[in-house]
């Protein structure tokens, strides 16, 4: 199974700051690697998938790149909305795996 | 607009079964594979089962297979998760899912998502 490993798992900032969460991957996912927002109480939302693309109706502040093992997902500009757990799923092979988890809180 | 909703979920003894339902609505609900992902209580997500929209192929997470069973009722819209030998760590919030991307036969990412249905395995 593929392993995905997401840090940090919390991280905390001021409104307007840049996060940026990193995901690595024990083996290549080539391209194909997600990002999902969940809110409390929420059932996650997908905002980015095949590494980079943007859902429609995703804010452009959010952004993802990388490639093979490692992606990042950068949130610029903080808003107070943005307070969320960020998961990154890949779908290169089954089992699909989650990383687990990025807390993002507003200092 | 997309709707899912799960219904199904409660209390359960270990070793008993469930069946989880999800509806459908507002797309054609053949046309996408489906999948059920859980998140056990303040814990991460976990990918168990994806199916197909015209039942083509079936995927299992291992912590699930033999134990459980996907399947879809296409003409009513449903999707349902049979699940039996329930232990404690099945203990989560069940979701059904969307897949992205349309008629695909092997399932992608997870787009629309239901609200979840609750299932706790406890004596």
């Known amino acids: 199974d593929i392993e995905m490993t997401q840090s940090p798992p919390s991280v905390s900032a001021s409104v307007g700051d840049r996060v940026t969460i990193t995901c690595r991957a024990s083996?290549?996912?080539?391209?194909?690697l997600a990002w999902y927002q969940q809110k409390p109480g929420k059932a996650p939302k997908l905002l980015i998938y095949t590494t980079s693309n943007l859902l429609r109706g995703v804010p452009g502040r959010f952004s993802g790149t990388g490639s093979g093992t490692e992606f990042t997902l950068t949130i610029i500009n903080l808003q107070p909305e943005d307070v969320a757990t960020y998961y990154c799923l890949q779908t290169h092979l089954f089992p699909l795996t989650f990383g687990g988890g990025t807390k993002v809180e507003i200092k | 607009e997309v709707q899912l909703l799960e219904s199904g979920g409660g209390l359960v003894q270990p070793g008993g079964s469930l069946r989880l339902s999800c509806v459908g609505s507002g797309f054609t609900f053949s046309n996408y594979a489906m999948s059920w992902v859980r998140q056990a209580p303040g814990k991460g997500l976990e990918w168990i089962a994806s199916?197909?929209?015209?039942?083509?192929?079936?995927y299992y997470a291992d912590s699930v297979k033999g134990r459980f069973s996907i399947s879809r009722d296409n003409p009513n819209n449903t999707l349902f998760l049979d699940m039996g030998s329930l232990r404690g760590d099945d203990t989560a919030t069940y979701y059904c899912?969307?897949?992205?991307?349309?008629?695909?036969?092997?399932?992608?990412?997870?787009?629309?998502w239901g609200p979840g249905t609750l299932v706790t395995v406890s004596a």
């Open positions: 899912a969307q897949d992205f991307a349309f008629l695909a036969t092997v399932p992608s990412y997870f787009d629309k």
């Open positions: 083996q290549s996912v080539t391209k194909w």
């Open positions: 199916l197909s929209g015209r039942n083509e192929k079936i």
